[in-house]
C-alpha cells in the first residue's frame, strides 16, 4: 500500500509536465472500476480481447500493452519477507490511474505474464482484490488462461497425449509455461486425470534433471515496464531533472531512480512462429 500510494505522487508529478495515454479499461472511472464486461471469467477475457482488437492469437508484448491502455505497470523495487510470497499485486484505488505491481523476483517471464494478466483479471472483476479470497483468485486465474490462451484457438493445437515437444513449441507460441498449458489440456477436456498427473510428474522430473531452460524477463523487454521511464525521458526534453522532481515530491534522489527504473536496452520483436501466429525471438 505504501509502495502503490509513492507510486502514484510520481505519476501525478510526471504527468504535470508529460501527457500519459489515457486510461482503456472497460468500468475505469477514476479510483474505481464499475464492471462492464461479463463477470464470468472467461467471457470477459473475451470481450476484452475483442474491445482491444487483439483477434484471438498470441499476445506478443503483455507489459507493453498495458501500458499502451494506461495502466501503470512496475516492479518491486524493495523485496522483503512479504513481497516475497507474492507474484503481483494491483489496485484500482488511485485516482487517477489503476496500477499492477509485479515482483522481479519471479524472474520467469512466463510466469511475470502471467501474474500480469492474473492483476488485469482482478482490476476487471473485482476492482479490488481481497487478499486470501479463494474465488477471486480463481476468477482471475481463469481469466488470464483465457485471455492469454483463447480456448477457441488453442484447442486444436494442443496434443490429447503429454508431448512436451508440442507444448514446448507451444509455449514460445503463445508465451505461458508448460504448467500453464497442461493446465489448459486438463481444463479443455484433452487430458484425463490420470494422464495430466503424469503429465505433472514428468514436468517435475523434466525441472529437477534441469533439463528446462530458465528464461528470464529481462531477455524479453517487452515484458519490461517502460511508462515511467519514458515519460521522463520526454519530461528531462523540458529541463526537468530528478532532483527537480526529488525536490517536488520532498523525497531523496535516489528514491525517485527507484521507481523510475530505467532501462535503455532496445526492444526485442517476435517472430513469426512456423505453425501460429506468432512466437519470442531469442535474437536481438
Avoid at 32 to 44: G, N
Avoid at 185 to 212: I, M, N
Wanted: glycine share 8%; charged share 25%.
Amino acid at each position: 500500500m505504501s509502495f502503490t500510494e509513492l507510486l502514484w505522487e510520481l505519476v501525478y508529478e510526471l504527468e504535470s509536465y508529460v501527457r500519459l495515454p489515457a486510461v482503456d479499461l472497460p468500468g475505469w472511472d477514476g479510483g474505481e472500476t464499475i464492471p462492464d464486461l461479463p463477470s464470468d471469467p472467461q467471457q470477459a477475457a473475451r470481450a476484452l480481447r475483442t474491445r482491444w482488437a487483439l483477434g484471438d492469437g498470441p499476445i506478443s508484448h503483455l507489459v507493453r500493452l498495458l501500458e499502451s491502455r494506461g495502466i501503470v505497470v512496475t516492479a518491486l523495487p524493495f523485496p522483503n519477507a512479504d513481497s516475497r510470497k507474492l507474484d503481483g499485486f494491483s489496485t484500482t484505488r488511485l485516482p487517477t490511474r489503476p496500477v499492477v505491481v509485479l515482483n522481479d523476483e519471479r524472474d520467469d517471464v512466463y510466469r511475470h505474464r502471467f501474474s500480469c494478466a492474473h492483476e488485469l483479471g482482478h482490476l476487471l472483476l473485482h476492482g479490488e482484490a481481497h487478499p486470501g479470497d479463494v474465488q477471486h483468485e480463481r476468477q482471475a486465474d481463469a481469466f488470464a488462461a483465457e485471455f492469454l490462451t483463447p480456448a477457441a484457438r488453442l484447442t486444436g493445437s494442443l496434443p490429447t497425449r503429454v508431448d512436451f515437444t508440442v507444448l514446448g513449441r507451444l509455449q514460445q507460441t503463445w508465451g505461458v509455461s508448460l504448467d500453464s498449458l497442461l493446465v489448459r489440456c486438463r481444463e479443455l477436456g484433452l487430458h484425463t486425470e490420470a494422464v495430466s498427473s503424469r503429465g505433472w510428474k514428468r514436468l517435475r522430473t523434466l525441472r529437477g534433471q534441469g533439463l528446462l531452460p530458465h528464461t528470464p524477463v529481462q531477455g524479453f523487454p517487452g515484458e519490461v515496464p517502460v511508462l515511467l521511464q519514458r515519460a521522463f525521458e520526454m519530461a528531462e526534453r523540458k529541463g526537468i531533472t530528478v532532483q527537480r522532481l526529488a525536490d517536488e515530491l520532498r523525497w531523496p534522489a535516489d528514491l525517485v531512480l527507484k521507481l523510475l527504473a530505467q532501462d535503455p536496452r532496445p526492444d526485442l520483436h517476435l517472430g513469426a512462429a512456423p505453425s501460429e501466429a506468432r512466437q519470442p525471438s531469442a535474437g536481438g
